[in-house]
């Protein structure tokens, strides 16, 4: 008797083109993520790195890919590269303890005027509206100080160090309180930015350096350099000394090396602290076709305790102003 097989099941092939579609969908997070996580902000890959919440998202997409499709080492890769970017992302969401103190409440709002273009009249509101202590600006001009005045705001905060400038390099520091000290930085850039500081007499408290921070923009490779150089010579935290607020445009994100090595001198990201650390503040606003990114800032003293960060609109200016309250420890 002759026993013959049974018909053969063909064996299902993977086809080429669904590995390479996941690999093309893996591949550039995998590199980004190398590149984040060691620091390599150079060149142009600190513009890019600015986005770097977006690729986050994407690489969740791609280890969906590489699932949905059942590519083993695909999706072994993208599940790398998620864990990697969600671990360094995910946290600026999350609300994070905050010292406690006893200290007086400062309300501190920090606004880029777009070369003196913001509208005067709703900044004017804003700091009304909000009981605010503490303005600090950047591309502060002659027009836009004037503006201001007549609108009343030498009557909210009265006490100042102002530093207008015709352009982008001009700066200011507004108080409700006395400041001393005074002073302005003049960093190296292209654009010559300058910060306004002085140490303010908060009632109750202790004295606090403020300063309007506005290192150079990385916005064309042969600026990269001294956009670098602006955010290493920005202020250091002094644990052991006093009180430091650096509030302003930043221009970086906490996916570029520089700033969070300036974090790692003492100083807490207020908006990181209070889970607000993923909403934008320069992009869309005037117009331009751009994601939102967070370059605009309030990093204070860890010994400050942060109890508010509200992201809020200012026509007329590619930057939404950050308002901040802060609660001092006791003198």
């Known amino acids: 008797m002759i026993v013959t097989d049974g018909p053969s099941t063909p064996t299902r092939r993977r086809t080429p083109i669904g590995t390479l579609l ?10 980004w993520a190398a590149v984040r996580l060691t620091g390599l902000d150079r060149g142009p890959l600190v513009q890019a790195l600015a986005f770097t919440p977006y690729v986050a998202g994407w690489s969740v997409l791609a280890l969906g890919l590489s699932v949905a499709l ?14 990697a970017l969600l671990g360094v992302v995910a946290p600026r969401a999350l609300a994070a303890p905050q010292p406690t103190v006893t200290g007086p409440t400062i309300r501190l709002l920090t606004a880029n005027l ?5 509208d005067a009249a709703t900044l004017v509101d804003l700091v009304r509206r909000h009981r605010v202590d503490v303005l600090t600006v950047q591309e502060f001009t002659p027009d836009a100080q004037a ?6 705001l030498d009557r909210l905060l009265p006490h100042r160090q102002l530093n207008a400038h015709d352009g982008a390099p001009g700066s200011g520091l507004y108080s409700r309180w006395p400041i001393s000290d005074v002073g302005v930085r003049n960093n190296r850039g292209g ?6 500081y002085g140490t303010l007499a908060v009632p109750g408290g202790p004295p606090v350096r403020v300063e309007s921070a506005h290192p150079a923009a990385p916005s064309a490779l042969d600026q990269v350099d001294a956009w670098r150089t ?6 250091p935290a002094t644990p052991n000394g006093g009180l430091r607020i650096l509030a302003g445009d930043f221009n970086s994100t906490l996916d570029h090396g520089p700033l969070r090595a300036l974090l790692r001198t003492g100083y807490v990201d207020a908006a990181d602290a209070t889970g607000k650390g993923l909403t ?35 026509p007329k200016t590619d930057h939404r102003p950050v308002l901040t309250t802060l609660r001092l420890p006791t003198p």
């Open 22 to 31: 996941c690999w093309v969908a893996v591949g550039p997070t995998a590199v």
């Open 70 to 83: 059942r590519r083993r080492w695909p999706a072994a890769v993208a599940a790398l590269v998620a864990v």
């Open 114 to 118: 777009l070369a003196g273009s913001a």
């Open 147 to 152: 503006a201001l005045d007549r609108l009343g």
């Open 191 to 196: 654009w010559r930015f300058s910060q306004s």
């Open 230 to 235: 602006d955010l290493a010579a920005q202020p």
């Open 280 to 314: 934008g503040t320069w992009g869309p606003y005037d117009g331009d076709l751009i994601p939102p990114v967070t370059i605009d800032h309030v990093l204070v003293d860890r010994r400050i305790a942060v109890n508010e960060v509200r992201v809020l609109s200012l």
